[in-house]
């Protein structure tokens, strides 16, 4: 029996909101080295594997905005979701100072396997969801760790990433966040636009408005803390949207 690549909660849901979590879990599928990458435990539930609280976050989220959403069930780490096929980063060898040894001798075939088995199937299904709306928009959710190591801590609660091809939201969202009182990074602590990833392959190639809301992981650690982000984000996207009159 084929191993599920994602999940999805309120598929009928009404709202032109799709929620996307790429980095759900840390999950390793059993045809993967037996179900192990070759790291310690530690390193599993690190950020290194999967966004820490980014999937109650998202779950909580969407429930509110009454909102699809969509959850990969596999670590980043095997292979990630957010990159495009072509990416040399999409089976990481060594991330944040620890290498993965079940990766470090993948080879194409190795590589195809998990392509077909979880990475294809988890961007049919987000597909699949987007078109299910006529007026889309996409929210998609991830968490940043407060400090990787040997560099300086991340001052951000919140970051909001946008591509340079499509500024209708990002901006607006950005400035909504900060006049809440949140220490917010405008595409911080990472560039908004990478060729391939999902947001470029579900919202920018279809036109769709979109946002990437990144939330620093201690402050979404606790089921508490996803919900309380959750109740104080959703009010604050569905304003920010409203406001543009997208």
């Known amino acids: 029996m084929t191993e599920p690549a994602y999940w999805i909660e309120g598929r009928r849901r009404p709202s032109r909101w799709l929620i996307t979590c790429d980095h759900a879990t840390n999950r390793v599928p059993e045809w993967v080295g037996g179900g192990d990458l070759g790291i310690s435990p530690a390193d599993m539930a690190r950020h290194i594997a999967y966004d820490v609280g980014a999937a109650g976050l998202a779950s909580a989220l969407a429930e509110r905005m009454g909102a ?18 072509d990416d040399p980063t999409l089976l990481m060898r060594l991330y944040d100072g620890t290498v993965i040894p079940a990766n470090r001798d993948a080879d194409a075939a190795e590589r195809e396997r998990r392509l077909e088995r979880l990475h294809r199937p988890y961007h049919r299904a987000l597909a699949a969801l987007a078109d299910g709306h006529p007026a889309r928009c996409i929210c998609a959710i991830h968490s940043f760790t407060p400090q990787l190591r040997g560099r300086p801590p991340r001052p951000w609660q919140v970051g909001i990433l946008y591509s340079h091809r499509d500024a209708r939201l990002g901006p607006p969202m950005v400035a909504a966040c900060r006049e809440e009182g949140w220490i917010t990074g405008e595409n911080q602590p ?10 470029d392959r579900h919202a920018l190639a279809h036109g769709r408005p979109n946002m990437l809301i990144e939330l620093r992981n201690d402050l979404i650690a606790t089921p508490e803390g996803q919900a309380q982000w959750a109740a104080r984000l959703a009010p604050v996207i569905a304003r920010v949207l409203a406001q543009t009159g997208l």
């Open 68 to 85: 699809p959403a969509i959850f990969s069930d596999f670590s980043r780490l095997v292979i990630d979701p957010n990159r495009g096929e």
């Open 190 to 199: 990472y560039d908004g636009h990478l060729e391939g990833d999902s947001i």
